[in-house]
């Protein structure tokens, strides 16, 4: 919780850098999309140059039970989990454990000897041996073959959701179980060829555990979570902090309004979990995902001085690694966000932005940023001493460009 607060909104945009007026622009902006029951509530946070500018919530948090939106909601993060994942692998890669180009199967067995799609319906599919078998860069990248069975473009995604591999409510195996089912599938297409979104971060949360000897959890808490403050991030909530868990609801294409898609009181994260998802599972709160930004901001260290990882190591992280220096438009297999490809690179764990211009929205080269299935965003840019997250509970993730719209607002208010 200790949700921090702004007394003089005024003055901390001005601290800030930013002009008052123009950050206030923020909030009517996103009272629209409540206003017009087309989302049910959201939370915006702006940090810059060591002040928090912006901080302020809209709507309800619970429409069934009339609950408002607070400052310390917990909402299902999904796919923001996935940055999380990547900076443990990177904390184990600075401690030696393993090389980047590593091939999985020296830790996963059961991921050693892939196959890749060579034609077919999804059911007698024809398979062949990969070029190259996937490497822990690979996975980091999302250039290891493996893919979504939501996508549901290709016949090895039919084969993920037969088997109900890679879903966020699965719970029926752990990551060690997850793995040797993973392991019998083919992958998409050889490593390194293309970029496809995908399962690889839920293989790194298994090879977390391998190489620390530690559950992913565990790892996480003791790590990261503990070390920052992060108190309300985890796989589960407690009967505790369920007062303050928000509802997750499901855009309707005919209507545009909003239904009811996870109860928070009857769905998985009341329950204690079996796969603990590093691709997708986390719950995690507005301050909290900011003490996470913070740190990478800073260059790896907590408030209290403690390292988690070194400045070249996120440096590493957030360039772009797809191969010849291409973008997502060029590598990308089938779409996956609200999130443009153009101009948009992919480092160790997260997108980042090698050409502004190309992209068509403001945000400077070398800013990097993810986004989760039920709209949550958020970016950080070092070139402004800047962090912008943006916290709601709307699936798809694509049914409103509210990224896009909200990266316009915040760069408009700067003014030093």
């Not at 939370?43 to 607070?70: C, I, N, P, Y």
């Not at 060829?193 to 790892?219: I, K, N, P, Q």
Request: charge should be neutral; charged fraction near 20%; proline fraction near 6%.
């Amino acid at each position: 919780m200790n949700a921090p607060l702004i007394n003089d909104p005024t003055s901390a945009a001005k601290q800030a850098g930013m002009c008052p007026d123009r950050l206030a622009r923020i909030t009517p902006f996103f009272q629209s999309y409540v206003d017009r029951k087309k989302l049910a509530g959201l939370s915006t946070l702006v940090w810059r140059k060591g002040e928090l500018a912006h901080f302020d919530v809209q709507g309800q948090m619970d429409v069934e039970r009339g609950k408002t939106l607070t400052h310390d909601t917990i909402f299902r993060i999904y796919s923001m989990s996935k940055p999380i994942t990547s900076v443990a692998v990177m904390m184990l890669f600075e401690e030696g454990r393993f090389q980047l180009e590593h091939e999985i199967g020296r830790y996963i067995p059961e991921l050693g000897d892939l196959k890749v799609y060579a034609g077919g319906p999804a059911r007698g599919m024809a398979v062949k041996s990969a070029s190259r078998q996937v490497t822990i860069r690979d996975l980091l990248t999302h250039m290891s073959g493996f893919t979504y069975g939501f996508m549901e473009v290709h016949p090895v995604d039919e084969a993920y959701r037969h088997f109900k591999i890679g879903g966020v409510d699965l719970t029926t195996s752990n990551l060690e179980e997850f793995c040797k089912l993973l392991g019998r599938m083919p992958l998409l297409h050889n490593p390194g060829e293309a970029w496809s979104y995908s399962v690889s971060t839920d293989v790194l949360g298994r090879l977390v555990e391998v190489v620390s000897g530690m559950s992913l959890f565990d790892f996480f808490n003791t790590r990261i979570f503990q070390p920052l403050g992060m108190t309300d991030t985890a796989f589960q909530v407690s009967a505790d902090q369920m007062p303050r868990f928000a509802a997750n609801y499901q855009r309707d294409p005919k209507t545009k309004s909003f239904a009811l898609a996870d109860d928070p009181e009857t769905g998985r994260y009341a329950r204690p979990p079996v796969f603990t998802s590093g691709g997708g599972g986390l719950v995690s709160t507005q301050s909290d995902y900011l003490k996470f930004c913070q740190m990478m901001l800073r260059g790896g260290t907590a408030p209290d001085g403690t390292r988690l990882l070194s400045r070249p190591t996120i440096t590493l992280m957030t360039k772009n690694h797809l191969p010849g220096g291409q973008d997502l438009e060029g590598l990308a297999q089938g779409a996956f966000s609200e999130t443009t490809n153009a101009g948009i690179g992919f480092g160790l764990g997260f997108a980042v932005t090698v050409d502004e211009a190309k992209s068509q929205i403001t945000g400077p080269d070398g800013t990097y940023y993810w986004g989760g299935a039920a709209s949550t965003i958020f970016w950080i840019d070092p070139s402004e001493d800047l962090i912008a997250i943006l916290m709601t509970q709307l699936m798809p993730s694509g049914a409103y460009p509210l990224r896009r719209q909200f990266q316009q607002l915040v760069y408009a208010a700067i003014n030093d």
